[in-house]
């Protein structure tokens, strides 16, 4: 299924600019092998974070996979958050069907501007950005419920400090070849590690006045958020947040399901820096 999405995307890609067809009335050819795709991934200059992607393979047509998003055209040029070893997956379109495979490109430095999210949740060196339980900034009410689309902290349900999971633990967030979260015990014990991700264009309103609510989403993979659950519901793991509030030192987050009416009972996290 991924496969035949995949070949759909191309075409399309492909139609809409005007580019050479890359399939015509000739007989289906074999599939190449990964050795006859001829591709080139580099630096713009020696450690760039800006990237350019090519592929000069004849009657092929393209669909690169960076990590944080897809193109599907013959040359680009995009521009990585991440300093480290960058693997940039490839799949080529050719007559027979599909081969996959990837290049990896080292990055030394951030010299082309990035989405300021990114820095706001991971910070901007090598140790990344810690997050923790913001107790003295909402008087001990960090975990707990209040209005679905509506309020912005928790108002109503409040978890004890004493109840409080992970109370001690802190998620920190890195940029290292990656989107990288951890989640550490008091001694910085390393507990579990996966990635995030982050869309700033999927934001929600309060229907009571029309306002903005929420400022997009945060989604963590193999990873837990600090009592990663929904309030009421521990069975109930949640990977998708609304941010509310993101800046260097808060961040605030809520969850209930997308189809929850307002003012039902959401989850909220309140976090600082560390």
Same mark, same amino acid.
């Given at each position: 299924?991924? !496969?035949?999405?995949?070949?759909?995307?191309?075409?399309?890609?492909?139609?809409?600019?005007?580019?050479?067809?890359?399939?015509? *009335? +000739? =007989?289906?050819? *074999?599939? /190449?092998? =990964?050795? +006859?795709?001829?591709? *080139?991934?580099?630096?713009?200059?020696?450690?760039?974070? #800006?990237?350019? /992607?090519?592929?000069?393979?004849?009657?092929?047509?393209? $669909?690169?996979?960076?990590?944080?998003?897809v @193109?599907?055209? +013959?040359?680009?040029?995009?521009?990585?958050?991440?300093?480290?070893?960058?693997?940039? !997956?490839?799949?080529?379109?050719? %007559?027979?069907g599909?081969?996959?495979? @990837?290049?990896?490109?080292?990055?030394?430095?951030?010299?082309?501007?990035?989405?300021?999210?990114?820095?706001?949740?991971?910070? @901007?060196?090598?140790?990344?950005?810690?997050?923790?339980? %913001?107790?003295?900034?909402?008087?001990? &009410?960090?975990?707990?419920?209040?209005?679905?689309?509506?309020?912005?902290?928790?108002?109503?349900?409040?978890?004890?400090?004493?109840q409080?999971?992970?109370? *001690?633990c802190?998620?920190?967030?890195?940029?290292?070849?990656?989107?990288?979260? @951890?989640?550490?015990?008091?001694?910085?014990?390393?507990?579990?590690?996966?990635?995030?991700?982050?869309?700033?264009?999927?934001?929600?309103?309060?229907?009571?006045?029309?306002? +903005?609510w929420?400022?997009?989403q945060?989604?963590?993979?193999?990873?837990s958020? /600090?009592?990663?659950? =929904?309030?009421?519901? #521990?069975?109930?793991?949640?990977?998708?947040?609304?941010?509310?509030?993101?800046?260097d030192?808060?961040?605030?987050?809520? $969850?209930?399901?997308? %189809? &929850?009416? #307002?003012?039902?009972?959401?989850?909220?996290?309140?976090?600082?820096?560390?």
């Amino acid at each position: 299924m991924k !496969k035949t999405f995949i070949f759909a995307i191309v075409l399309a890609g492909l139609t809409l600019c005007g580019c050479e067809p890359v399939i015509d *009335d +000739q =007989a289906m050819g *074999d599939v /190449l092998t =990964a050795e +006859q795709l001829d591709i *080139d991934v580099t630096n713009i200059t020696e450690g760039s974070n #800006a990237i350019v /992607l090519k592929n000069n393979t004849p009657r092929t047509g393209a $669909y690169w996979d960076t990590g944080i998003g897809v @193109s599907t055209r +013959q040359c680009d040029t995009i521009v990585m958050p991440y300093v480290g070893d960058i693997e940039i !997956k490839f799949t080529g379109i050719c %007559d027979g069907g599909q081969v996959t495979t @990837s290049r990896n490109v080292h990055i030394t430095h951030i010299d082309h501007p990035i989405q300021k999210e990114w820095t706001l949740f991971a910070g @901007s060196g090598t140790e990344g950005k810690t997050w923790t339980w %913001d107790i003295d900034g909402t008087g001990g &009410a960090v975990y707990g419920t209040a209005g679905w689309l509506t309020q912005d902290a928790p108002a109503w349900d409040v978890k004890p400090l004493d109840q409080l999971e992970d109370r *001690d633990c802190s998620l920190v967030f890195d940029l290292n070849g990656g989107a990288n979260v @951890s989640k550490v015990d008091a001694n910085g014990k390393v507990i579990e590690k996966g990635t995030f991700s982050f869309d700033m264009s999927a934001t929600k309103k309060n229907p009571d006045n029309g306002a +903005q609510w929420s400022i997009g989403q945060l989604k963590l993979n193999g990873v837990s958020m /600090l009592s990663g659950h =929904a309030f009421y519901d #521990a069975s109930n793991v949640v990977t998708t947040f609304e941010i509310l509030k993101l800046s260097d030192n808060e961040l605030v987050l809520c $969850y209930n399901p997308q %189809d &929850a009416d #307002a003012w039902t009972d959401a989850t909220f996290w309140m976090l600082r820096k560390k």
